[in-house]
């Protein structure tokens, strides 16, 4: 397969016979015009032979991990992630508010949360849900060793506020109550379960925050927590060491669709190529390598909610019904206009679906689907 | 427990400051001594597999029972360009090792801590006399562990944390020596996988360095006296020992070694615990030879991952030959 040919790349020797280069040599030298060069090709084809709008396979494990209260690993591609998820104990002091814990909204924005937590002195107080993604794991070649780095550091921000404001998960299984019956009030408070997510990526190969929030997904729809009460005569909370219950997520998943936009230039713009093109000299690509992430002008980052029916027959079958959008990121130039914004949306929510299946043959979702049926129907 | 000052790049929990779950533990259940069928001689099953993450000269990922971790080498690269470098005229090897927060029983944190750099210099020991390092001058490799999980010496003392009050001197002299044991298999781990990534990096060796543990067990308190299967003095030696020791056995030393078995040669050695001599034989030498038995058995494993890399590249390498014309075409 051969592109059109183009003056620009014809170094010549004195001989004047082309000067040519191996292609492996040529995507080192110049990454964009390789890049470029690929996806003028039709049908437009990516150097990791996908097309533009598709997303790499997933797989999935989960609980794989002895230690942590649940886990996953997550590959897609050559970007492997693994998460494990492990709750530690909040005990309440007599006179402590509980309303920071009680509600998502504690932190809202990421301007007050940036101006209220780093000025006294420490990243994110205040939450029951501590994500934090380790990249400095010799997972690429690119990140250095040592403390978090720039990307790092946004990344564990990105995941807790999406966690924050997606209300991934609910409340009402993190507290721990006091069960004696003689009470005045019934149930009190006593303290709380404090979820440490943590996030290794093991190899990066572009798009790690998808893969991270589908393995934070998937750990905490896995995990279990023993079953905390307090304790009367010790005055402290214990676990029991048989029974555990699961942390309830929302029943609504939202999951998570990366977008690269890359700039290409000769592209024809007169509806030749594909339709989902109706500017030229831009391609979106969905589920980026980090090839392709060092090229990317702009990055679409949407955070969905899909309502499916769930064919309950042996092999799930996931169909669509309707995309809803909890929240949209967008950062880079001015090029993606709202007809390619509404492509984007739907294929999220493909991938959504694709997510969906994938956990659920994972069976992770069902296992938790015993106690809540009637939230499968219709996740 | 983890509230001390907060990290000021990571997300960080609630101020209140969380604790460990606490279990009430009945003496009922204290499965303390899971006897595994396995012969003291026989180590475990290992899993490995090199050249997984592509992003890196060399990678592997190796999976003993629980223990699993993964080993990925950077470089070969140049040294950083400053005034500050001294020359280096043998490539410059560095070693980390670091467990994720939900590898161990107890949360760790994402700072070192001393075991980690403990186990960081003795796989440093281990790996450095291997590579031919004159050969990598003004450069630098570094070698990165990473374990998910692990079988960690906190197991059981996490779950009688609530009768630590009465815990008895009984269980205190079990735990001699725990803590060895389990840094040992994970230490042991860690060579084997490492070598397998430098192998994979293609960085040139003098030979594979397997690592091999084997521990030295007595009978407890002489009060069950039924050591007839050991010659020397009622002396149990167990390969690549389990952390919890074998029912009615009470650990005297631990050693960990790697070993390159083409060159009979020891890299590191590492004994620790009570060993002297009797009947004439050194019962140090009779460890050695165990741990050494353990590291050739795992040596098995690390040939077979090597060849099993290169097969796979080398048949890559011959169906990538006749598709190397359907590229898209990048000259004029």
């Known amino acids: 397969m051969t592109s059109p040919t183009s003056p620009v790349l014809q170094p010549r020797g004195d001989s004047g016979a082309p000067l040519t280069f191996s292609t492996s040599l040529f995507r080192h030298i110049s990454p964009s015009l390789y890049l470029q060069r690929h996806l003028l090709r039709k049908p437009p084809t990516r150097p990791n032979n996908r097309q533009p709008s598709q997303h790499r396979d997933l797989t999935l494990t989960t609980n794989s991990l002895g230690h942590a209260h649940g886990s996953a690993v997550v590959r897609a591609g050559d970007t492997a992630v693994v998460c494990g998820v492990r709750g530690e104990i909040l005990t309440l002091l007599p006179g402590d508010d509980t309303s920071i814990f009680e509600s998502y909204n504690h932190l809202s924005t990421s301007a007050t949360?940036?101006?209220s937590s780093r000025s006294s002195g420490g990243a994110g107080w205040g939450e029951l849900i501590t994500p934090n993604v380790e990249i400095s794991t010799g997972c690429s070649k690119k990140y250095p060793l040592g403390p978090p780095g720039a990307l790092a550091q946004t990344l564990s921000d990105q995941l807790r506020e999406l966690i924050s404001a997606s209300k991934l998960v609910e409340l009402t299984s993190l507290r721990i109550y006091d069960q004696d019956a003689d009470r005045e009030a019934a149930q009190k408070i006593k303290g709380y379960w404090s979820i440490y997510v943590d996030i290794l990526c093991i190899s990066l190969d572009g798009n790690i925050l998808d893969a991270s929030w589908y393995a934070i997904v998937a750990a905490l729809a896995s995990a279990k927590l023993p079953l905390a009460t307090w304790n009367q005569n010790e005055e402290r909370i214990v676990c029991h060491k048989s029974l555990h219950h699961p942390v309830m997520?929302?029943?609504?998943?939202?999951?998570?669709?990366?977008?690269?936009?890359v700039p290409v230039l000769g592209l024809p713009g007169n509806g030749t190529v594909d339709e989902s093109v109706q500017t030229a000299n831009i391609m979106i690509l969905n589920d980026p390598d980090s090839y392709e992430e060092d090229e990317a002008v702009e990055t679409l980052t949407i955070l969905s909610t899909t309502v499916f029916t769930v064919e309950t027959?042996?092999?799930?079958n996931v169909s669509s019904i309707k995309t809803r959008i909890e929240r949209m990121e967008k950062i880079g130039g001015w090029k993606l206009g709202m007809s390619q914004l509404a492509q984007c949306i739907q294929l999220a929510a493909a991938k959504a679906a694709h997510y969906t299946e994938t956990l659920l043959q994972e069976g992770s979702w069902s296992k938790q689907s015993n106690q809540t049926s009637a939230s499968l129907r219709t996740f | 427990m983890a509230a001390k000052a907060p990290d000021r790049r990571r997300n960080n929990p609630p101020s209140h400051g969380t604790t460990a779950p606490v279990f009430l533990s009945t003496s009922a259940d204290a499965p303390k001594a899971q006897q595994?069928?396995?012969?003291?001689?026989?180590?475990?099953?290992?899993?490995?597999r090199t050249g997984l993450i592509a992003s890196v000269t060399g990678s592997s990922f190796l999976e003993i029972s629980p223990l699993k971790l993964s080993v990925s080498v950077l470089g070969p690269r140049p040294l950083p360009r400053s005034s500050t470098t001294p020359f280096a005229a043998q490539a410059i090897l560095t070693t980390e090792v670091k467990f994720a927060p939900f590898a161990s029983t107890v949360r760790r944190g994402y700072l070192r801590d001393s075991s980690e750099r403990d186990l960081g210099s003795r796989l440093y020991q281990a790996l450095v006399g291997a590579i031919r390092r004159e050969l990598y001058p003004k450069s630098r490799i570094e070698v990165v562990v990473t374990i998910?999980?692990?079988?960690?010496?906190?197991?059981?003392?996490?779950?009688?944390?609530?009768?630590?009050?009465?815990?008895?001197?009984?269980l205190k002299y079990w735990d001699v020596g725990r803590a060895e044991r389990a840094l040992g298999v994970v230490l042991a781990g860690c060579i084997t996988a490492a070598s397998a990534a430098l192998a994979d990096a293609g960085i040139e060796m003098y030979d594979l360095v397997s690592g091999g543990v084997a521990s030295v067990f007595v009978d407890e308190a002489d009060s069950k006296g039924k050591g007839k299967d050991n010659s020397v003095g009622e002396k149990l030696y167990v390969r690549d020992p389990p952390v919890a020791p074998p029912g009615g056995k009470a650990p005297l030393a631990t050693c960990v070694i790697g070993y390159m078995a083409a060159r009979d040669e020891i890299s590191e050695l590492w004994i620790s615990g009570k060993l002297g001599t009797r009947n004439g034989v050194t019962e140090m030498d009779e460890l050695v030879d165990e741990a050494v038995a353990a590291a050739r058995a795992s040596r098995g494993v690390l040939n077979e991952a090597a060849k099993e890399r290169v097969k796979f590249i080398v048949g890559k390498a011959q169906a990538t030959a006749g598709a190397e014309g359907k590229d898209v075409e990048m000259t004029g």
């Open chain 2, 148 to 170: 998910l999980d692990s079988e960690d010496e906190g197991d059981e003392v996490n779950t009688i944390f609530m009768e630590e009050g009465k815990a008895s001197s009984e």
């Open chain 1, 313 to 316: 027959t042996q092999t799930p």
């Open chain 1, 113 to 115: 949360h940036s101006y």
């Open chain 2, 36 to 48: 595994e069928a396995r012969p003291p001689g026989e180590i475990r099953k290992i899993f490995l």
């Open chain 1, 249 to 261: 997520l929302r029943s609504c998943l939202p999951f998570i669709t990366t977008f690269a936009i």
